[in-house]
């Protein structure tokens, strides 16, 4: 099942279109916008991009989804969600394929991606005991309280390039689950995997309108952020674009998850297994060539291990392969997204040498034989970065790994809550007392002992802290069906018939009700 896409009128690339009304949509006319393949550098596609009407055509069309799909019964709805996994589970690798094609991550990364975004349609499928509500009988004389869990209504998603399948997953499976019609406005970067997942859903047994693919850009979402028809938005992108994403919404009298940037450290103290380090390191700093808001970016090592641990980390990067993330003998790592994002890469690396720190391993002029134009940017070290830098304090989203020398644990933890983020951080150690001291101290909403990316598993929620995150719900778990529900409670008197009279009708009290 391919993701389709719309011949262009011209006859030169395929238009990717919407997908409203269980169905592709592309009006004539429409604005395009260029998706690359990362690692040719040459344009495969063009991506419609919505006008006020089609947002309006997307938005209306969820909102008769959601009048059908929020009056299924919890078994039915059950069944498609699960429908919709065991379909995901078999056609997995085609998605891969798709997200490789179009973001330029390995094929096993890609996978990797769509096995933790299926963690929580996992979840989902198990909503009925995270949507029940309670019940309090005779909490006054004959009269009981309860509470139900209701559907907000039309969700709007905004889901970056880096994870085109995992984000949305974190949002949309436990929205619908909830019963709402969910409008998905994925980057124009590489959009295929939306269109992919609709068709998905349609082949589950989901309503049409219940998902919709709203392609496109600021105009986009600014139609999801300002619609009275759509309840809620969830957001994961850059910390500039979170926080403008969450006074829009807010303004507008919106729920909203706004899922920011990062600057993640790793602080390693002189008891640690170097060698565990120096592979932990390599993975979480040069994984998704860096363009993951959960990477590694700062090692922060506690004197006297910083030379040791370059060396070591020097080492495995002279080992791995970068090229095409297709190739029949996969890399280790792909391009960057966009020519642009790979020269917004090197300036930091500028930057950093420019204010005195040392380029260990230099990935700037790195090319891939046969892929000259691709957007390639070598594993990058540096070492003595200042911590005044830009290069230091700023989310850089690339290959780039910087090693900072600190003389004690307090100063390491000084350092990381300094910092204007607090999404992930990890420590490496083998003293117990210090790593609890550390999960207790630091000013971060994700922790790793001794694993260096520490995205919670689906039944726990991903979120950080600070800057790293805007509105008050985390993504997933109990915090996703939290957010993605609201709660009447409902207070209840029946009069027993067979002795009413009445004394049971209590009388006129013009008092505030109170209980006996």
Wanted: hydrophobic share 45%.
């Amino acid at each position: 099942m391919a993701a389709s896409a719309t011949a262009d009128p011209t006859g030169d690339v395929p238009v990717i279109p919407h997908w409203i009304d269980g169905g592709e949509y592309a009006p004539d006319g429409t604005r395009t916008a260029p998706v690359f393949n990362p690692a040719t550098g040459r344009v495969s596609a063009e991506v419609a991009l919505a006008d006020e009407q089609t947002i309006e055509r997307a938005i209306a069309s969820a909102r008769r989804g959601f009048e059908v799909w929020s009056r299924y019964s919890v078994a039915r709805r059950q069944s498609v969600l699960f429908a919709f996994r065991e379909l995901l589970n078999a056609r997995k690798p085609e998605l891969a394929r798709i997200i490789t094609a179009e973001h330029g991550k390995v094929v096993s990364d890609a996978m990797g991606e769509i096995l933790r975004g299926q963690e929580v349609v996992e979840l989902a499928t198990g909503f009925p005991h995270l949507i029940k509500g309670a019940f309090s009988e005779n909490a006054s004389t004959g009269i009981d309280v309860y509470s139900i869990k209701q559907p907000l209504g039309v969700v709007g998603i905004v889901s970056p390039f880096n994870f085109p399948a995992m984000v949305p997953m974190w949002f949309f499976p436990v929205a619908l689950a909830a019963g709402n019609a969910v409008v998905l406005k994925p980057s124009e970067k590489d959009p295929s995997a939306a269109l992919w997942l609709a068709r998905l859903w349609q082949e589950a047994g989901l309503p049409d309108g219940a998902f919709t693919v709203l392609q496109g850009d600021k105009l986009a979402v600014d139609g999801l952020l300002e619609s009275p028809d759509v309840s809620s938005i969830s957001f994961v992108g850059s910390t500039p674009i979170a926080q403008y994403i969450y006074e829009t919404a807010s303004r507008h009298g919106k729920r909203v998850q706004a899922l920011g940037g990062a600057k993640n450290h790793m602080l390693v103290l002189p008891d640690a297994d170097l060698d565990l380090v120096a592979d932990q390191a390599v993975n979480a700093g040069y994984g998704a060539a860096g363009e993951r808001c959960m990477a590694i970016s700062v090692v922060l090592a506690v004197e006297p291990v910083a030379d040791a641990l370059i060396e070591k980390i020097r080492d495995r990067i002279a080992a791995l392969r970068v090229g095409d993330g297709s190739a029949e003998t996969e890399p280790d790592m792909g391009p960057l997204i966009s020519r642009a994002h790979r020269d917004k890469v090197a300036e930091y690396v500028d930057i950093a040498e420019a204010d005195g720190a040392r380029i260990v391993v230099d990935g700037r002029r790195f090319s891939v034989a046969g892929h000259e134009d691709g957007f390639f940017f070598g594993p990058t070290l540096i070492d003595g970065i200042p911590t005044s830098s830009r290069a230091y304090q700023e989310e850089i989203f690339g290959p780039v790994l910087a090693v900072v020398r600190v003389a004690t644990f307090d100063e390491g933890v000084a350092l990381i809550n300094s910092g204007r983020f607090g999404n992930g951080t990890a420590i490496f150690t083998n003293d117990g007392g210090a790593a609890r001291r550390f999960q207790n101290e630091v000013e971060v909403g994700m922790i790793g002992i001794n694993v260096p990316i520490p995205v919670p598993v689906a039944y726990h929620s991903f979120g950080g802290w600070k800057q790293s995150l805007f509105g008050d719900a985390k993504a997933y778990g109990v915090h996703g069906f939290e957010f993605f529900t609201r709660e009447k409670a409902v207070t209840s008197r029946w009069l027993d018939p067979a002795t009413r009279g009445a004394s049971e009708h209590g009388g006129i009290n013009l008092g505030f009700p109170q209980n006996s």
